[in-house]
């Protein structure tokens, strides 16, 4: 049954396919955006660990193997390769194996989707701030409201007046 509109009262020619495709494309636009937040919790989530973002910094510099990433960490090579697991998971590496030797890269392009979030954020605070400290300038001149016009502490502050 689809759902009555002004103009599917005026008649079925006129009808207006906005409310239609809004709601019918509504669920693929919620999972799109949905399993991109998942891609960046991932993302959150492999850049949690300090091991983790140890790798990230050294795989900024260039293609490493898992034995050189594992060289400055004190942990098993065992525990390296699940740290790289999890950061493959979530697309910030990319590994390539040649023979016995398994190759890390990094995938900017998923660190910059990171980025772009906190600049997002951070953009959004900056004009929260900015606005806060404009309404601070302009309420800074204003009278205490506390205070009556002669200067006594009025009876809102509990105290009695002068």
């Not at 019918?24 to 636009?29: L, N, V």
């Given at each position: 049954m689809r759902p009555a509109t002004a103009s599917s009262q005026r008649g079925e020619g006129a009808q207006h396919?906005?409310?239609?495709?809004?709601?019918?494309?509504?669920?693929?636009?919620?999972?799109?955006?949905?399993?991109?937040i998942g891609d960046l919790d991932r993302v959150f989530h492999a850049l949690a660990d300090p091991g983790r973002r140890r790798m990230?910094?050294?795989?900024?510099?260039?293609?490493?193997?898992?034995?050189?990433l594992a060289r400055p960490m004190a942990m098993s090579l065992a525990a390296v390769v699940q740290h790289v697991q999890v950061l493959e998971a979530s697309g910030l590496v990319r590994s390539?194996?040649?023979?016995?030797?398994?190759?890390?890269?990094?995938?900017?392009?998923v660190l910059r989707s990171a980025e772009d979030w906190i600049s997002e954020r951070r953009t959004d605070w900056e004009h929260r701030?900015?606005?806060l400290g404009d309404y601070l300038a302009e309420t800074a001149g204003a009278p205490?409201?506390?205070?009556?016009?002669?200067?006594?502490?009025?009876?809102?502050?509990?105290?009695?007046?002068?």
């Open positions: 396919l906005s409310i239609y495709l809004t709601i019918w494309a509504w669920p693929g636009i919620l999972k799109y955006m949905l399993n991109q990230v910094e050294r795989l900024s510099l260039g293609p490493a193997s898992v034995s050189e390539q194996k040649v023979g016995r030797i398994r190759t890390c890269t990094i995938d900017p392009r701030l900015d606005r205490d409201p506390s205070q009556d016009p002669h200067g006594n502490e009025s009876h809102q502050t509990g105290q009695e007046p002068k």
